[in-house]
């Protein structure tokens, strides 16, 4: 019996060395591009509606002071109505606020002649630029061409075109040269070891656009180093959470994030994590059912948002006892019956072939088992102790 234990456990650290160097295996393969256009994933409706309910909607991080210019704060007086329809319209702020950058194809520059004219050839020793700078026009709209010097009209290449842009309707915060931080390896490092991952995309969002190059390979450096820090928490409620988790579910690499889900009590979005997964590299998995019933049970990050806004106009004398165990337990009924749902498609990932750190995983499940149980335990004895009877 002893050394069937311990075949048992060796087994089970071989498999998960197994998972953890496929992980980095798939990390560290190529160059971490898109192999194809994922625009039409990750704009699909059902891709945006899984992303933003992962993202999730937490208020105290989304309006956080940040180290800008101005930290300013308004103080009004309102009625309960008024503040009800501040309310509203907060949460509406704040789902712009998480609105995720695009993930697009990197875009070749090639070379579009419009007209050769032999006759202008050496008219002059350097280029003439032209820009319309029509008023109103999205940047990528407004068009820019280039006389060269030997008479060759042509659009201008995506550099020039860009420099133009920035030139006449100049972003806040984008520089005409590259910043120190993405020019500087060592700088860039130095920023990925000390956690600061939100700030980087955040500059890196402002400085490239979403299918530059550049913009490309330094998002692939700063999620898979991410990856390797396990700091997802991080990103969390902030508009560079969706693109990451796609990002891993593209490169088939989720089973890190789906362990942090699962440990920080989150397996809803966890089971959205496996179904986007499924989704991008077509499994023949039906997880759609999975997630009807989730979603019947589960309120959307906004609405949850909400109700803990309006929950704090009430007083404590107002707020019935059975409000007041579930928050002091932290889960409604609902809560444990999507719970139970939820644990079991995981499970199911788990014992498929697409699952790779699975001894890590199964013990991340169990151990959530384990917790709710004795939480639903406690939420049914003091409803009965209350005499409140089970809905």
Known sequence: MLILRQLRKLNAAQRLQLGVDQSRRNLSDASLQYDKDPQPLFT?????????????????????KRTVADNSTETKFMTTAQLEKEFVLTIEKAKKLLQ?????????????????????????????VFTDISFG????????????????????????????????????GRRSYTP?????????????????????????????????????NISAKVFTHLNESKQFDLLRSTRHFGPMAFFYAWHRCIDDLLYDMIRRDYPYNAVQLIALSYKIHNVPVEYGKTLSQLE?????????????????????????IEQEIQTAIGKTEQDFAADEISLKFIEQYIGSEHALKKVQLELAVQTLKEVNLEKLQLFKGLKKAHGVQAS
Do not use: W
Request: some cysteine; proline content about 7%.
């Open 44 to 64: 699909d409706a059902e891709t945006q509606r899984l992303l933003q309910s992962m993202t999730q909607l937490q208020l105290e991080k989304v309006f956080r």
């Open 100 to 128: 995720m950058p695009p993930v697009v194809q990197i875009k070749k520059d090639t070379e579009r002649i419009i007209s050769k004219d032999p006759a202008l050839k050496d008219f002059d020793n350097s280029k003439y």
């Open 137 to 172: 026009l999205r940047p990528s709209d407004r068009k820019v061409v280039v006389r060269d010097v030997d008479g060759t009209l042509a659009y201008a290449p995506l550099e020039t075109q860009k420099r133009m842009n920035q030139l006449y309707f100049p972003l806040d």
């Open 180 to 216: 120190r931080m993405f020019s500087d390896e060592q700088l860039l490092q130095r920023c990925l070891d000390d956690h600061k991952y939100e700030f980087i995309l955040d500059r890196l969002t402002v400085q490239y656009e979403p299918y530059e190059a550049e913009f490309h």
């Open 296 to 320: 019947a049970l589960q309120p959307t990050p906004a609405e949850r948002a909400l109700e803990e806004l309006l929950s704090r106009l009430k007083k404590p004398s107002e707020k019935g």
